[in-house]
């Protein structure tokens, strides 16, 4: 290095260590650089301003959807199917005959007896004369009496069986696809079609036995399913099982609910969102502001400028927020970051929020 730099050199830290030595007797002088300083070292911190607002206690629950009712319906009788009366899908009302059997032997079974019942009849109102006449015993007119009722009983039995090779429905429903075909000899095990009713229909779920003493009859339900999980579904509980699954520990519920556009079907997952309690004046803040400590919780709060801390009870526990039970007012104001730099009777600058 020439001459010419090392005097250059030399002359700045000459300047350096001039500027080291003046700076403070000007700081010293002059207030306004303190003041900025002050503000400068001030740890800036959110907030939000406590509210009071509604909050339901839910509890998130899946279930099952279940016809109102179903039954599969069977001959009793073995028969050659003669006649289908319905098409698959279709509604029916209760009593609508679906499927006809052969019964033509029952059928000349009757006609016999009708023949003999009256013949039968003839009888018993000829033996009745004589009676009237003294003609014959009381004996002889019972004997005609009787014949003639046990044709009637015997057209009765007949006319029964006859019915059986007639299913009918037994409610109004949709009825399901059919496992015969017309001309089939059918047995009392083969299934011949399944009727549902699915207006209302049922939702099935399970609750965990510790909520037992919160859900009742007449609770309501919001529900969601696949096919349509965009739309919310209600229903109300109707029946609740008296026992606690050893098992699982838990608790059977069913609910019903409206279906008149048929949207809902049987055997469908539903998630079901159960409101257990609702709180009209609940106080909720994040739970990041929130502080475990050995024997509870707190919270910093801004007042007058300086950090407070406050310990608070909790209760219900959101996604990212909690209700504090006691500890907080409607109007406080809870410090959310800068939790760990936060100290008793600090200075801060406040960033409020709008919650």
Same mark, same amino acid.
């Given at each position: ?39 400068? #070292?001030?740890?800036?911190? #959110? ?31 073995? $028969? ?10 279709? %509604?029916?009302? +209760? ?11 029952? &059928? $000349? ?13 003839? %009888? ?13 015993? +009381? ?9 003639? %009722? ?10 029964? =069986? =006859?019915?059986?090779? &007639? ?11 059919? *496992?015969?075909? =017309? ?15 699915? *207006? ?8 965990? @036995? +510790? ?27 109707? $029946?609740?099982?008296? &026992? ?17 556009? #048929?949207?809902?079907?049987? @055997? ?26 050995? %024997? ?8 007058? @400028? +300086? ?15 909690? =209700?504090?039970?006691? @500890? ?28």
């Amino acid at each position: 290095m020439g001459s010419t730099g090392k005097i250059i050199v030399f002359a700045i830290i000459a300047v350096l260590v001039i500027g080291f030595i003046v700076y403070p007797k000007f700081s010293s002088t002059d207030d306004a650089p303190q003041q900025v300083a002050s503000v400068v #070292n001030k740890l800036r911190v #959110n907030a939000l301003k406590v509210k009071s607002e509604k909050l339901n206690n839910d509890l998130r629950l899946t279930g099952s959807l279940v016809a109102n009712e179903s039954v599969v319906l069977k001959a009793e009788v073995s $028969a050659r199917v003669e006649k289908i009366n319905f098409i698959e899908g279709q %509604n029916v009302t +209760k009593g609508q005959l679906l499927v006809q059997l052969d019964d033509s032997e029952i &059928q $000349a079974e009757i006609a016999k007896l009708n023949f003999i019942k009256k013949l039968n009849e003839d %009888n018993e109102n000829r033996q009745k004369q004589l009676l009237e006449k003294e003609a014959i015993s +009381k004996e002889e007119y019972e004997t005609a009496l009787t014949t003639l %009722n046990t044709t009637l009983a015997d057209i009765k039995v007949k006319q029964v =069986q =006859q019915q059986k090779h &007639q299913i009918r429905a037994p409610f109004d429903g949709i009825i399901g696809l059919r *496992n015969v075909s =017309q001309g089939s000899y059918i047995s009392s095990a083969d299934e011949l079609v399944t009727l549902y009713s699915i *207006n209302p229909i049922k939702i099935d779920f399970s609750i965990p @036995g +510790k909520y037992s003493a919160l859900v009742n009859p007449k609770d309501k339900i919001e529900f969601n399913v696949d096919s349509y999980e965009k739309e919310a579904f209600y229903g109300e509980i109707y $029946a609740v099982e008296p &026992q606690v699954d050893p098992k699982t520990r838990s608790l059977q519920a069913r609910a019903k609910s409206q279906n008149r556009e #048929n949207k809902l079907l049987p @055997g469908q997952f539903a998630k079901i969102r159960l409101t257990l309690d609702t709180f009209n004046d609940a106080i909720m803040i994040p739970t990041e502001a929130v502080i475990p400590e050995l %024997n509870g919780k707190k919270v910093f709060i801004y007042v007058d @400028g +300086k950090v407070d801390s406050r310990s608070i009870e909790t209760g219900i526990r959101t996604a990212d927020r909690i =209700q504090v039970t006691s @500890g907080l007012n409607a109007g406080d104001i809870v410090l959310t970051s800068g939790i760990l730099q936060l100290k008793q009777g600090m200075e801060v600058d406040l960033n409020l929020g709008n919650e």
